[in-house]
């Protein structure tokens, strides 16, 4: 008889729960029958169609097939073969699966728990026909639903529920598991897998369990001591860029909040340590995803604030096409838009500054944004992307208030003071002097009937730049329209 572990996002070895209790189950079976061999074998389930219909970003999906290889070296080294099947969708599973385990004489599967609807779906019909799968949870440090308020209810406010969440922390032993030792033999180097999917390099990224490892290290040494203040300043690149690594499960967050408690013991439980405001962000992860869980209408496209549901967006599609590809005139957003399109990947600040232009200045419905991303990210989180558009768009848990507009002029000016970072992506501007980057002008812009105007406008656009567009919006009365619009909103 042989154990399976069936890998999802947590492609790691290390800190895998599913990974020990299989081996710990197949060393078990030893020594009830003693004349048996130990045999672990493992699962990882390409699902194109799924994948596609969740707009999994295709420089995730190469992200992920780089680890899936990896892991099958390393599994191979332990003694263990990982099985790698294409199924289109999440229900074919349903049919495949009991043949599988049938045919391999699988006793018993491990499995990691998802926070997701159609992943829990999946999982329950699953245990409902009667598979012996074990789902261990193991995506969070606390697990969903164990931080709850007084009345047992998951949290509405972040900072009651990341005050609990640490206090919850402080009180457990945040120990991340090894390795366990092989169960057998070391097996050949296995054929390379190759994924029949969409995909898009993800070569500036490097792979593996060991480099995550190393990244994490490196940032609890050198940056998490600043981190409190300087992590909102995109060129300075001081935040830990973990997360293409965490949405994927080549990490953990116990392996993180370990390494920040290994320099920084105090940190869950003093409030001035340095260590302290990264703590907090895992906590933010953690807070999205227990969301998600409480409320399974976050999975399906829904407002937390259900008159979210009910506003009405103006959904101009050229003005959407001109944020995703970076030309709205704005020069902090359009440097955001083209890292996020040319690396996979976007800072924090930048992602709430696009997204609340989007739905703010732009009024555009945040669903469009939060999928724009989904389709780029290599770091693409149902819970967090889902979590930030919400915030930013003021429908969300804990959001920012609808009349709360980022002016994304002193947004730049504060956080790219000397425009490093828009001169990295917008290149155009590179020669202007700093004021003219952090406060573009705005020309209104009429019909081609009024050819005086826009004779005007492209006159002002040789002086800015030869190809930079002026701004698409004026950002006083667009702050104006959003406010009246979104006031809906209201509790
Ligand atoms: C509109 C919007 C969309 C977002 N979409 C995603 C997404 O799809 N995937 C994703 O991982 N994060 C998302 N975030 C959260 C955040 O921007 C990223 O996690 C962060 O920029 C990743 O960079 P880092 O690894 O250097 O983070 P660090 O600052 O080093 O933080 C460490 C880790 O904490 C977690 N974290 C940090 N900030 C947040 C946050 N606000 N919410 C949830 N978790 C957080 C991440 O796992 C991150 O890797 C989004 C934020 C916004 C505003």
Redesign the pocket.
């Known amino acids: 008889m042989k154990t399976l572990i069936w890998f999802r996002q947590d492609l790691r070895l290390a800190d895998n729960l599913a990974v020990c209790e299989a081996f710990a189950f197949a060393r078990q079976q030893l020594t009830t029958k003693p004349d048996s061999i130990a045999q672990v074998e493992a699962l990882y389930i390409v699902s194109p169609k799924q994948w596609q219909s969740h707009d999994v970003a295709p420089i995730q999906i190469d992200f992920i097939e780089r680890h899936v290889n990896i892991l099958a070296q390393g599994l191979a080294s332990l003694g263990v073969k990982l099985n790698v099947v294409t199924l289109p969708w999440f229900d074919d599973v349903m049919d495949w699966m009991p043949g599988f385990i049938v045919d391999n004489q699988f006793e018993q599967i491990f499995a990691s728990q998802e926070p997701e609807f159609n992943e829990r779906k999946r999982d329950q019909q699953l245990l409902d026909i009667g598979l012996p799968i074990t789902f261990v949870a193991q995506d969070c440090i606390i697990n969903a639903g164990e931080v709850n308020n007084l009345s047992g209810q998951m949290y509405k406010v972040f900072t009651p529920f990341s005050k609990k969440w640490r206090e919850i922390a402080a009180s457990k032993m945040i120990a991340p598991l090894s390795v366990p030792a092989p169960i057998g033999a070391a097996l050949p180097i296995p054929a390379t897998i190759e994924f029949d999917a969409t995909k898009r390099s993800s070569k500036l990224w490097r792979a593996g369990e060991g480099e995550a490892k190393r990244i994490l290290d490196q940032f609890c040494l050198n940056k998490i001591q600043e981190y409190q203040l300087e992590?909102d300043f995109p060129a300075l690149d001081n935040?830990?860029?973990?997360?293409p690594y965490?949405?994927i499960g080549v990490i953990s967050a116990k392996q993180c909040l370990a390494a920040a408690l290994n320099y920084y013991p105090e940190g869950l439980v003093d409030d001035t340590s340095p260590a302290k405001t990264?703590i907090n962000?895992?906590a933010?992860?953690e807070f999205?995803r227990h969301l998600l869980v409480a409320f399974p209408r976050l999975s399906k496209g829904k407002s937390f604030n259900e008159k979210g549901d009910y506003v009405v967006w103006r959904n101009e599609k050229t003005e959407f096409a001109a944020w995703c590809e970076g030309r709205t005139g704005f020069p902090i957003v359009d440097a955001a838009m083209r890292q996020l399109n040319q690396t996979g990947w976007m800072?924090?600040r930048l992602?709430?500054v696009v997204?609340s232009f989007l739905t703010k200045h732009l009024l555009i419905d945040w669903r469009w944004g939060e999928r724009y991303?989904r389709q780029q990210?290599i770091?693409?989180?149902l819970a967090?992307?889902n979590?930030?558009?919400q915030?930013?768009a003021g429908t969300g848990c804990d959001a920012q208030p609808y009349f709360r507009v980022f002016n994304p002029m002193n947004q730049s000016s504060k956080f790219d003071p000397d425009a490093s970072f828009i001169k990295k992506y917008v290149p155009e501007l590179k020669n202007l002097p700093l004021k003219a980057i952090h406060q573009p002008t705005y020309i209104e812009r009429f019909d081609d009937s009024r050819q005086d105007t826009m004779g005007l406008f492209t006159e002002k656009l040789v002086e800015n730049s030869s190809v930079y567009p002026s701004p698409i919006v004026e950002h006083s009365s667009a702050r104006k329209r959003a406010i009246e619009v979104l006031s809906s909103l209201k509790r």
């Open positions: 992590r935040t830990s860029k973990l997360s965490l949405a990264w962000e895992l933010w992860r999205y800072h924090n992602r709430m997204a991303f990210l770091d693409g989180d967090a992307n979590g930030g558009w915030w930013s």
